[in-house]
């Protein structure tokens, strides 16, 4: 099936560590999204990228990396620089070409630092 | 810039009653406009867009939004609420470039609906 695979699902992390999200899609979509969920806040953008090898900072990057080697990978690096990592991580994706918007998603990971 | 403003933050309605869960946006030249749904621990699903044409959209699980430019509303309705429709709903705006493609997607805050049997 079709889709967009984030792992793992929870993670916890002590204070000072870094920590890397997989996010995985196989709908041959160009564009991808890391986007974090805080209660009564809606969604933050992170980082995007809308082809490979390129990739752009969004509302929230301090404290954050990407990558994009290949079309079907994004990861999400938290770093330790990363104040208040505590949060819901989503994924997404989307073509970029007669595309009317809508953004595919991941099921999400939860992050917990102790 | 653009923006979406979902004013509450929780809706309640009886099971069988209609339902409606508001959006406002504010954007530069025509909006492309959206409604997903959200379930606890769950990532977001998408319900249905506005893109040009009638301004009533229908979606999915019985959902219909109706777009008014006058308002700069995209209001998420449904005739008869079911439990199955508790839930996070977050409404989504995103505009076209004038040298083509898309702004990037802003979301609202999101809109708890609880529906009570």
């Known amino acids: 099936d079709g889709g967009i695979t984030q792992s793992p699902k929870y993670l916890f992390r002590k204070e000072g560590q870094n920590v890397t999200l997989s996010c995985e899609q196989n709908?041959?979509?160009?564009?991808m999204y890391w986007y974090r969920q805080d209660p009564g806040q809606g969604l933050r953008l992170i980082y995007y990228?809308?082809?490979?090898?390129?990739?752009q900072k969004g509302d929230i990057a301090e404290g954050y990396s990407v990558s994009r080697e290949k079309k079907e990978s994004f990861p999400l690096t938290v770093t330790s620089a990363q104040k208040n990592p505590t949060a819901f991580y989503l994924c997404?994706?989307?073509?970029?070409?007669?595309?009317?918007?809508?953004?595919?998603f991941g099921e999400g990971s939860r992050l917990t630092v102790l | 810039a653009q923006s979406v403003a979902q004013p509450e933050d929780q809706v309640n309605v009886a099971e069988g009653n209609p339902l409606t869960v508001k959006c406002t946006y504010s954007v530069s030249g025509n909006p492309y406009l959206f409604w997903y749904v959200q379930y606890p621990n769950r990532g977001l699903q998408f319900l249905l867009k506005?893109?040009?044409?009638?301004?009533l959209v229908k979606g999915s699980y019985g959902f219909e939004a109706e777009f008014n430019k006058s308002q700069t509303s995209f209001h998420l309705k449904k005739p008869s609420a079911l439990v199955s429709d508790s839930a996070l709903y977050f409404c989504a705006v995103r505009a076209r470039k004038n040298s083509g493609g898309y702004q990037k997607v802003t979301f609202g805050t999101g809109t708890k609906l609880q529906v009570i049997p």
């Open positions: 709908l041959n979509h160009d564009a």
């Open positions: 990228s809308q082809i490979v090898n390129d990739f």
């Open positions: 997404a994706s989307s073509p970029t070409s007669g595309n009317t918007g809508e953004l595919f």
């Open positions: 506005y893109i040009t044409g009638d301004n």
